[in-house]
T-cell receptor, first 114, second 115 residues
Framework: NAGVTQTPKFQVLKTGQSMTLQCAQDMNHNSMYWYRQDPGMGLRLIYYSASEGTTDKGEVPNGYNVSRLNKREFSLRLESAAPSQTSVYFC?????????????FGPGTRLTVL | AQTVTQSQPEMSVQEAETVTLSCTYDTSESNYYLFWYKQPPSRQMILVIRQEAYKQQNATENRFSVNFQKAAKSFSLKISDSQLGDTAMYFCAFIYGGATNKLIFGTGTLLAVQP
């Protein structure tokens, strides 16, 4: 059981470049989430998918798009990267959306936009 | 607006001692859930303990326990017999079953356990 996996672990982009962060979970969870973590600000929700086939905006969705490819995979795309998107990105999953259920987190992707 | 406040950016404790991390939250909801997550230097977020608001009994998980004061909107984490492996960033988080429910995190407390 790998839990939640994310690729890549590190990435450096130039302003205006695009990239996709990949996330997969092997726990048969229904819900998946993308967060960003910035110094002094805790984690903030970018997008989430309550169940396969649905996606919704979180607290800070501007500049991002997501795709729930299937039950296992949930990707985050930056179409035109900006320095303000320099952050650590975490994917998480849970059995049900936003409940007492524990959210399981991936190891994170450290993204730097120059 | 729902908010979570952790007023201690950094704390230090000696190995084997007890330390308490504070967390306060603001909500008008009556039913909600509270969590403490740990983020060690490896960055992997791990659930430490959770509490349902309607339960008066404080949650405990081995050396970790909470002091949940619903009226005061306070949810502190007590770590007993601190170990070097407890060194990490600790995040308090809150969720409620509203229309726009989401997990709201505090800004974290960096705990250093000294040998």
């Amino acid at each position: 059981n790998a839990g939640v996996t994310q690729t890549p672990k590190f990435q450096v982009l130039k302003t205006g470049q695009s990239m996709t962060l990949q996330c997969a979970q092997d726990m048969n969870h229904n819900s998946m989430y993308w967060y960003r973590q910035d110094p002094g600000m805790g984690l903030r929700l970018i997008y989430y998918s309550a169940s396969e086939g649905t996606t919704d905006k979180g607290e800070v969705p501007n500049g991002y798009n997501v795709s729930r490819l299937n039950k296992r995979e949930f990707s985050l795309r930056l179409e035109s990267a900006a320095p303000s998107q320099t952050s650590v990105y975490f994917c998480a999953s849970s059995e049900r959306p936003f409940s007492y259920n524990e959210q399981f987190f991936g190891p994170g992707t450290r993204l730097t936009v120059l | 607006a729902q908010t979570v406040t952790q007023s201690q950016p950094e704390m230090s404790v000696q190995e084997a001692e007890t330390v308490t991390l504070s967390c306060t939250y603001d909500t008008s909801e009556s039913n909600y859930y509270l969590f403490w997550y740990k983020q060690p230097p490896s960055r992997q977020m791990i659930l430490v303990i959770r509490q349902e608001a309607y339960k008066q009994q404080n949650a405990t998980e081995n050396r970790f326990s909470v002091n949940f004061q619903k009226a005061a909107k306070s949810f502190s984490l007590k770590i007993s017999d601190s170990q070097l492996g407890d060194t990490a960033m600790y995040f308090c988080a809150f969720i409620y079953g509203g229309a726009t429910n989401k997990l709201i995190f505090g800004t974290g407390t960096l705990l250093a356990v000294q040998p």
